[in-house]
Each structure stands twice: as structure tokens, then as C-alpha cells.
Nanobody, 121 residues
């Protein structure tokens, strides 16, 4: 599976961004999908995950209520809608995939190249 994330950019506090991750290679709908992020000097952290069907979603407490993960299996794409952005959300965001729940980093089988999100105050 190849993962290509896009949609990052520089925004102001309170703005919104939508990240997209296009998958190719194998049957997209068979994979759990998710997003992780890494800020400078910090460890990579789980942000959000979604099941094969999109019926269940999981979020880190730091983004719950502000971020929404979704997927369109017909387009082989997973999205991360980010609202009410804060400077602490600034990081490189990575799209991930696995055949088991990817909120457990040990289950991640594929990583995409990251996309930078910068939120200024």
C-alpha cells in the first residue's frame, strides 16, 4: 500500500484544514486507517483512526471534538478534518494503514510521507 498525504499548510489559530490521504496498491477497504503527528523535539503521537467500514472512529484526547476522521472507500481516500486549530497542533502529519487497529502503533504496516501543518497565533 502506498499512502500519499496532502492538504497541509500554514494557518492561524482557530482556522480549519482538511488533510487527505490517497491509498493505492492493495484493497483499501481492508485496512484500518489513521493519522499520527510529530512535532519538533517530540515523539510521534496517535491522532485518529477509523475502521474498515468507517463505522467506528478513535481519537486522541488532545483532538477529540475538534478533529474528525472519515474515509471514502470508493475513492481510496481517508480524510482528517481539523477545526479550531491551535499552535500545539503544529506538526508533520502522517497517514498510516494496517490490517489491525492502528491506534496501536505496533499494528501499523504502512506509513505515508508526512504533510506539514503550521498553526500560528
Amino acid at each position: 500500500v502506498q499512502l500519499q498525504a496532502s492538504g497541509g499548510g500554514s494557518v492561524q489559530t482557530g482556522d480549519s484544514l482538511r488533510l487527505s490521504c490517497a491509498a493505492s496498491g492493495r484493497t483499501f477497504s481492508s485496512y484500518y486507517m489513521g493519522w499520527y503527528r510529530q512535532a519538533p523535539g517530540k515523539e510521534r503521537e496517535f491522532i485518529a483512526a477509523i475502521t474498515w467500514t468507517g463505522g467506528s472512529t478513535y481519537y486522541a484526547d488532545s483532538v477529540k471534538g475538534r478533529f474528525t476522521i472519515s474515509r471514502d472507500n470508493a475513492k481510496n481516500t481517508v480524510y482528517l478534518q481539523m477545526n479550531s486549530l491551535k499552535p500545539d497542533d503544529s506538526a508533520v502529519y502522517y497517514c498510516v494503514a494496517g490490517t489491525r487497529p492502528v491506534y496501536n502503533s505496533g499494528n501499523i504496516e504502512y506509513w505515508g510521507k508526512g504533510t506539514q501543518v503550521t498553526v500560528s497565533s
